[in-house]
């Protein structure tokens, strides 16, 4: 981009001009700005490149992640193993699924019941409302399923997940708001033992990564659920906006070091964010993505598709 | 109980970073004495990079960097500054210039009671800001009064009742099965009646690409002419901001921005973002899980959160102690054609308070003028803040041409100031002496104290 900024004297203004193009408009799609780039050119030049990272940026992939596989694509060119220029964005793609790929595999463990998962993140991404979801799933596959309000700050938490309760089927387990949501989970986990549930699915408060006190909370959740039932919680899942920004991998960092997470469920996908952010926890922290949000009725829960996914940050 | 929390000492790892590759870029361009296309490239490229990182969108990084770079080469490298730092502060004067200057507020209606929308995508904090704008509007000697007209995420206005209840405002609860629209309508009448003269309407989450409940906000605005109509964004939203926020502001022409969140560790670079594609101020900023914990927007605090904070930002700071040691010149100059004014005596003492602790402060201050009889070790800061008010309370006339001062003006001045005739008496004669000694020097002894004068302005 900066030499485009000075002016460089070698610029094709043609070029140049159908880039600005292509860019004015937010609207436009990714896969099309790319494929304008290709076309014109008969060969890769590094000021393609530098647009293609302009455009994986505009997906909140990061500008970090982007020149990182930019530059794997970038020695695949200067080796010779990659001339055209048609072939530039399948080589992006299968960078961003080898990053993807290299999580830890998503199989849940073979666990006797019952399962507990454990659900966290930071305020409005989403956890209530997946937790419908994924109790409707589970429900669906003939289990039973224990829900335990664990949110007992926020104004009327309790009754959103009894409503989801009641849609799914679930019983709710609760304590008055402001209760010590270790306290609430201890309750649910007792019961869910003693009556044989094949599931719990916790719900926590939103909570700021960034403040001691309510990550250390989650901590002590942590704990309790491991003493009643050992081996537990078998899964954390960090709910993730994918409006979010590249402030996403610092939610992971923090939440992975307090609450351990297992694996990351991507929601509002059904909006325009692309939710790019998450090869970067990916990169960084090997972390799977379970599950995606693509709406707000209950069946809304899609099991995580790397293809499909890098598919859609380029459409 | 939830405690404010600290910050995770993990957050500030993220600051330090940039800071330090800022000081990096910094250290190689030091000694260059011109701006040229090479360093300005690499400073260029860093900002562009912080600038990303902090979630702006790519589109937004580069209008801005043109416009920089624009400004950069217009202009003379300062001989006081480092390259650098003059493109870091065409930078941040750049950024406080989009963010927007001056403080937003909010808009009422002639008639009471006025209506306000709270909008965004799911999860940004509407019901939440809704009840801290309800404590603001209270604190200001409003009345305000709430309605959810989300109808559609469950328990949703249960919680504006609790959030209500906790804030210790007036809810309207509505038939459970009513419309959005019916229930604002008689959420409306039910205002009137109680005599509320704010109605806090708390919409439902929606995505600005959902066709059907975006008609229904527009149905909704045009029924109910709100006087504002704000948007909610979450401070941590990447690129996808400027189009949700675009598209809200087609649709609705949006009055206003609540940027939520702020009390994370997100840089906020959405709100540049919004901010350019809506062009509508940023009003509030959310800073905590508190109802209090709303706050007015302030784009000089937003400007070095995106840019990055610590080093950078004393860098600038320091760049302005020279704009000021240039202003200092220009005192010079005017002693030197005798013409120092009562408005530059004001000044010098502006410059010298906003330097900190009185006693360093008079240590650099000439031994000449109102202080020369001041002994400057033992001397309490009333002596200069009432030497500021007296300059305060008087005109601006009055300061360029102090020969006006009349009895009538000099007591008006002393009422102004909470002096005394005599105080302001003392102020004036010690300034003539000043002037007239000022208008007498010449030679190599003028010089001197000229040097002297201007050594003892900030930033020397």
């Given at each position: 981009m900066i030499q485009t900024l000075f002016g460089?004297?070698?610029?094709?203004p043609g070029l140049l001009e159908r880039f600005q193009k292509a860019v004015q408009?937010?609207?436009?799609s990714l896969v099309s700005r790319v494929e304008d780039l290709v076309r014109g050119k008969t060969e890769i030049d590094a000021k393609l490149l530098e647009e293609l990272e302009e455009t994986l940026i505009a997906g909140d992939v990061g500008v970090g992640t982007a020149q990182e596989v930019l530059e794997a694509v970038r020695g695949q060119v200067s080796r010779g193993q990659l001339q055209e220029p048609s072939r530039l964005k399948s080589a992006v793609k299968a960078e961003l699924l080898n990053i993807l790929k290299?999580?830890?595999?998503g199989l849940p463990r073979t666990v006797v019941p019952p399962v507990v998962i454990l659900v966290v993140g930071v305020n409005g991404t989403g956890k209530t409302t997946t937790i419908g979801k994924l109790a409707f799933q589970l429900r669906a596959e003939g289990k039973t399923v224990l829900l335990c309000a664990?949110?007992?700050?926020?104004?009327a938490a309790t009754e959103q997940l009894e409503i989801w309760g009641e849609r799914t089927g679930c019983e709710v387990v609760k304590q008055r708001p402001g209760a010590d949501p270790s306290a609430v989970l201890f309750d649910a986990l007792t019961s869910a033992k003693a009556r044989q549930f094949d599931y719990i699915i916790a719900d926590t408060a939103g909570r700021l990564h960034t403040k001691v006190n309510l990550m250390a909370e989650l901590e002590k959740m942590r704990r309790t659920s491991q003493r009643i039932i050992?081996?537990?919680?078998?899964e954390v899942l960090l709910v993730l906006d994918?409006?979010?920004?590249?402030?996403g991998l610092q939610q992971a960092r923090q939440f992975t070091g307090s609450?351990?997470?297992?694996g990351i469920v991507l929601t509002?996908?059904?909006?325009?964010?692309?939710?790019?952010g998450v090869i970067a926890i990916a990169r960084e922290?090997?972390?799977?993505?379970r599950y995606v949000g693509v709406g707000e009725?209950?069946?809304?829960l899609l099991p995580f598709d790397p293809e499909q996914f890098i598919e859609s940050l380029f459409s | 109980m939830r405690g404010a929390g600290q910050q995770?000492?993990?957050?500030e790892f993220v600051f330090e970073n940039l800071s330090e590759k800022f000081q990096r870029v910094f250290k190689t361009l030091r000694g260059e004495a011109k701006l040229t296309e090479e360093n300005m490239a690499e400073v260029l490229r860093e900002i562009r990079l912080a600038l990303l990182e902090a979630d702006v969108h790519f589109q937004v990084v580069k209008q801005l960097l043109e416009n920089v770079r624009t400004k950069c080469q217009g202009q003379?490298?300062?001989?006081?500054?480092?390259p650098a730092q003059q493109v870091v502060k065409i930078v941040r004067d750049e950024l406080l210039e989009l963010l927007g200057g001056t403080t937003a507020r909010l808009k009422f209606a002639p008639r009471p009671p006025s209506v306000f929308f709270l909008t965004g995508l799911?999860?940004?904090g509407k019901t939440t800001t809704a009840g801290k704008l309800a404590r603001w509007l209270q604190r200001g000697g409003h009345h305000p009064l709430l309605v959810s007209v989300?109808?559609?995420?469950?328990?949703a206005r249960e919680q504006l009742a609790v959030v209500a209840r906790e804030v210790g405002t007036p809810v309207f609860a509505g038939q459970?099965?009513?419309?959005p629209v019916d229930l604002a309508l008689a959420a409306r009448a039910e205002a009137r009646n109680k005599g509320c003269d704010v109605l806090l309407v708390d919409t439902a989450g929606r995505l600005h690409i959902d066709e059907e409940l975006m008609a229904e906000l527009v149905e909704l605005r045009d029924r109910m002419e709100p006087t504002e109509i704000l948007f909610v964004a979450d401070?941590?939203?990447?690129?996808d901001a400027v189009r949700s926020a675009e598209e809200f502001h087609r649709r609705l022409n949006t009055t206003g921005v609540v940027l939520t969140k702020?009390?994370?560790?997100?840089?906020?670079?959405a709100a540049l973002s919004i901010r350019s594609v809506?062009?509508?101020?940023?009003?509030f900023v959310g800073t905590g899980e508190?109802?209090?914990?709303l706050e007015l927007f302030h784009p000089d605090r937003m400007t070095s959160r995106i840019l990055g904070m610590g080093d950078v930002l004393t860098l600038i700071e320091k760049a302005e102690e020279v704009i000021d040691r240039q202003k200092a010149e220009d005192l010079e100059r005017n002693f030197r054609m005798d013409r120092f004014s009562l408005e530059d005596f004001r000044e010098q003492i502006r410059q010298a308070r906003r330097m900190g602790p009185l006693s360093q402060v008079l240590a650099l201050?000439?031994?000449?003028?109102?202080?020369?009889?001041?002994?400057?070790q033992d001397v309490d800061d009333k002596a200069l803040v009432r030497v500021e008010a007296i300059l305060n309370s008087m005109t601006a006339k009055e300061r360029v041409?102090?020969?006006?001062?009349n009895g009538s003006r000099r007591r008006r001045i002393a009422k102004g100031s909470a002096t005394t005739v005599q105080e302001v008496n003392q102020l004036l004669k010690q300034y003539d002496q000043m002037r007239r000694m000022m208008r007498s020097m010449s030679g190599r002894m003028g010089k001197k104290a000229l040097s002297q004068f201007a050594a003892s302005a900030p930033g020397a």
């Open positions: 460089s004297p070698e610029a094709k408009s937010t609207r436009s290299q999580t830890a595999d664990g949110d007992t700050f926020r104004a050992p081996g537990s919680p078998h994918a409006t979010t920004g590249q402030n609450a351990g997470i297992t509002k996908l059904d909006g325009t964010a692309k939710g790019g922290l090997k972390l799977p993505i009725q209950k069946e809304d | 995770h000492p993990g957050s003379e490298v300062w001989t006081s500054f480092s799911q999860g940004s989300d109808v559609y995420r469950p328990a459970s099965d009513a419309r401070a941590m939203t990447g690129q702020l009390d994370g560790d997100a840089r906020g670079g809506t062009g509508q101020p940023i009003k508190k109802y209090d914990n201050l000439p031994s000449v003028g109102p202080f020369r009889n001041v002994p400057k041409r102090p020969e006006i001062l």
